[in-house]
């Protein structure tokens, strides 16, 4: 039992966390709930997680806050819950670096897919590590590490990134000098198309760009492509 992952999910409607602990207990995860920031803090002060589901709309502390908090703790991967039509707050907890969001009401197999998905992208499987790649891959004077998942700038210094900014620049350097459209890079990384005003690949390819010192209004390196989607404009060594 102690080498599963472990997830830590918090959400007030008791319901909801009693049907989730029993569904990914059967599905091989140890759970532990929550039902707000006062009970999460506790319970990450006595546990180690691989992954959090984390309910936006909280008593109190909003899930905005608490996943602010969780940031500054650790880089661990978060799975916001969203009430239909919360957009501005899942762009908010997209810019603070959730890896994925699942609105409500959700069907329990569809999380699970999501969870195994941003664990695979994390490296917190046996079967993602297994099947990382060894090769370093070289762009623009920047060197991605795929064994370690680490992005090193010209300076050979670390820049952190999360599950999902790790996943989109793979996908990004695997067709590099191609464009790819929205919908193509919600498929590549969600497994879904984005809907018409659904601005979750914007808000990736922004904290992206931030974290590649890749200047926005004058995007070199990750060009936008009017009326297409997104270009990496640069050549890829593997290696």
């Given at each position: 039992?102690?080498?599963l992952p472990?997830?830590?999910?918090?959400?007030?409607?008791?319901?909801?966390?009693?049907?989730?602990?029993?569904f990914?207990?059967r599905?091989?995860?140890r759970?532990?709930t929550?039902?707000?920031g006062?009970?999460?803090?506790?319970?990450?002060?006595?546990?180690?997680?691989?992954?959090?589901v984390?309910d936006?709309?909280?008593?109190?502390?909003?899930?905005?806050?608490l996943?602010?908090?969780?940031?500054s703790?650790?880089?661990?991967?978060?799975?916001?819950l969203?009430?239909?039509?919360?957009?501005?707050?899942?762009?908010?907890g997209l810019?603070?670096?959730?890896?994925?969001?699942?609105?409500?009401?959700?069907?329990?197999?569809?999380?699970?897919?999501?969870?195994?998905?941003?664990?695979r992208?994390?490296?917190?499987t046996p079967?993602?590590?297994?099947?990382?790649?060894?090769?370093n891959?070289?762009f623009?004077?920047?060197?991605?590490?795929?064994?370690?998942?680490?992005?090193?700038?010209?300076?050979g210094?670390?820049?952190?990134?999360?599950?999902g900014?790790?996943?989109?620049?793979?996908?990004?350097?695997?067709r590099?000098n191609?464009?790819l459209?929205?919908?193509?890079l919600?498929d590549?990384?969600?497994?879904?198309?984005?809907?018409?005003?659904?601005?979750?690949?914007?808000?990736?390819?922004?904290?992206?760009?931030?974290?590649?010192?890749?200047?926005?209004?004058?995007?070199?390196?990750?060009?936008?492509?009017?009326?297409?989607?997104?270009?990496?404009?640069?050549?890829?060594?593997?290696y």
């Open positions: 039992m102690e080498f472990h997830i830590l999910v918090v959400d007030d409607d008791r319901e909801i966390r009693d049907l989730l602990a029993r990914l207990e599905n091989q995860f759970v532990t929550a039902r707000d006062r009970e999460t803090r506790k319970a990450w002060q006595a546990g180690h997680y691989q992954l959090i984390l936006l709309m909280l008593p109190g502390e909003s899930g905005l806050e996943a602010r908090w969780l940031r703790q650790a880089n661990v991967p978060i799975i916001m969203t009430a239909m039509g919360e957009e501005t707050d899942r762009i908010i810019e603070l670096g959730a890896d994925d969001y699942v609105p409500k009401p959700f069907n329990p197999r569809e999380l699970l897919a999501r969870i195994r998905a941003v664990l992208r994390s490296g917190e079967e993602s590590r297994t099947a990382i790649e060894q090769r891959l070289h623009s004077g920047w060197t991605l590490e795929q064994s370690r998942r680490r992005l090193l700038n010209p300076d210094t670390e820049v952190p990134l999360t599950g900014e790790y996943d989109l620049l793979m996908a990004l350097l695997d590099a191609r464009v459209t929205r919908d193509m919600f590549l990384l969600r497994g879904r198309q984005a809907g018409p005003f659904d601005r979750a690949i914007d808000v990736a390819i922004s904290r992206l760009r931030r974290k590649l010192e890749d200047n926005g209004r004058n995007a070199q390196l990750i060009k936008t492509v009017r009326g297409g989607g997104y270009v990496l404009a640069s050549d890829v060594e593997r």
